[in-house]
């Protein structure tokens, strides 16, 4: 199957956009940029609207999610909206008992530690995805030539969320039952993986560009580990989206010794974090996959001078990979100043790519 006619990347949208461009290994018309996080507190147009709202009732009401994801494009300028969400969101339209509850994270009603209660998870079904698709419509109507982003959480954070029933330190949870109970394990990411590929199906069916699979919480594990219990899952979910040709992207947090292996899943484009400079990552990556990141989002508090010349820094350390999208190596930390990611967005477009 492939993207209906009336799809962006189909009818001339965003198919020849920076970003998708980039993401493509070729020259964009200006070096693209855009945020992880770029759509929540830092904007104060986000805090009123979502006043008096729950984090997970605003990603389910179709208009706020639009609105959400809209305004940090309006704002800043950047070359993509990434669809505001939550990476719990198809475990919650499945039936599973999970809210996020504020200052702590996601937090479920009954962990998932035995082999009974991963077999007894609720199926996500399609029709539950509807309010993902009507929010998706909404934001492409609006965005036009500029490109929305879908995106969704890679199996094994996911699974750690449920394994542990809220958000962990070293993640020892889902650690020890993969290798205690692998059975269980693979039976518990196998879910995780279908849940989440069906959430970026919905996404990019309904008119999103590009979709990201975001492992936020892969970095605590090795590479023989990922490799042997995590990476088939996540193959399994970028799996339901592959036939439909829009560009994928996979980012983790502390993940640098893992990038071949969550490249090779079966991605476009790696996201990098802040720890590793982007010729490094290209030079491991054998120099033949695009690039996204990595400004470190600790120096957004620094001094203009220091920040820029960082900013020049990534530019140049991305220069020689077959495409550099830019980003930051992590999320838009929530006190950051929104003039300052302007004019970040605005120094980056004034070098030629």
Same mark, same amino acid.
Do not use: K
């Given at each position: 199957m492939t993207l209906s006619a009336s799809h962006p990347l189909m009818d001339g949208r965003t198919a020849d956009s920076p970003? *998708?461009?980039?993401?493509?290994?070729?020259?964009? +018309?200006r070096r693209p940029v855009w945020f992880m996080r770029q759509a929540g507190r830092s904007l104060p147009e986000y805090r009123k609207l979502r006043e008096g709202t729950a984090m997970l009732d605003s990603c389910l009401d179709p208009a706020m999610a639009s609105e959400i994801t809209l305004q940090p494009v309006r704002r800043h300028d950047v070359d993509a909206g990434i669809f505001f969400s939550d990476i719990v969101i198809p475990l919650k339209l499945a039936g599973v008992d999970v809210d996020i509850v504020p200052g702590v994270g996601p937090v479920l009603g009954a962990p998932v530690r035995t082999a009974a209660d991963a077999a007894a998870l609720p199926v996500l079904t399609e029709e539950s995805l509807e309010p993902i698709r009507e %929010?998706?419509?909404?934001?492409? %109507?609006?965005?036009?030539?500029?490109?929305? *982003?879908?995106?969704?959480?890679?199996?094994?954070?996911?699974?750690?969320?449920?394994?542990e029933g809220k958000p962990s330190r070293d993640h020892l949870g889902p650690r020890t039952m993969m290798h205690a109970d692998p059975e269980t394990w693979q039976?518990?990411?196998?879910?995780?993986a279908d849940a989440s590929g069906m959430f970026l199906r919905a996404q990019l069916e309904a008119g999103a560009s590009a979709g990201q699979l975001f492992d936020s919480w892969a970095g605590s594990l090795g590479l023989?580990?990922?490799?042997?219990?995590? %990476?088939?899952? +996540? %193959?399994?979910?970028?799996?339901?989206?592959?036939?439909l040709g829009a560009p994928l992207i996979h980012f983790g947090t502390g993940t640098s010794e893992l990038l071949g292996a969550m490249r090779d899943v079966?991605?476009?484009?790696?996201?990098?974090?802040?720890?590793?400079p982007l010729d490094e990552a290209?030079?491991?990556?054998?120099?033949?996959?695009?690039?996204?990141?990595n400004i470190d989002p600790?120096?957004?508090?620094?001094?203009?001078?220091?920040l820029e010349a960082h900013v020049r820094d990534v530019l140049a350390a991305g220069a020689n990979a077959p495409g550099h999208v830019v980003n930051l190596g992590h999320g838009v930390p929530p006190d950051t100043n929104p003039d300052v990611l302007t004019r970040v967005v605005e120094l980056i477009h004034s070098v030629e790519p």
């Open positions: 970003l *998708i461009t980039a993401y493509r290994g070729g020259t964009p +018309s %929010a998706v419509r909404l934001t492409v %109507a609006e965005l036009g030539s500029t490109p929305l *982003i879908g995106f969704a959480g890679a199996p094994f954070t996911l699974a750690a969320y449920m394994v039976a518990l990411t196998q879910w995780a023989a580990d990922y490799t042997r219990h995590v %990476a088939p899952a +996540s %193959a399994r979910a970028l799996d339901h989206v592959r036939d079966g991605v476009d484009v790696v996201g990098v974090d802040y720890r590793l290209n030079r491991r990556l054998g120099g033949t996959t695009p690039l996204q990141g600790a120096l957004l508090e620094a001094p203009w001078p220091v």
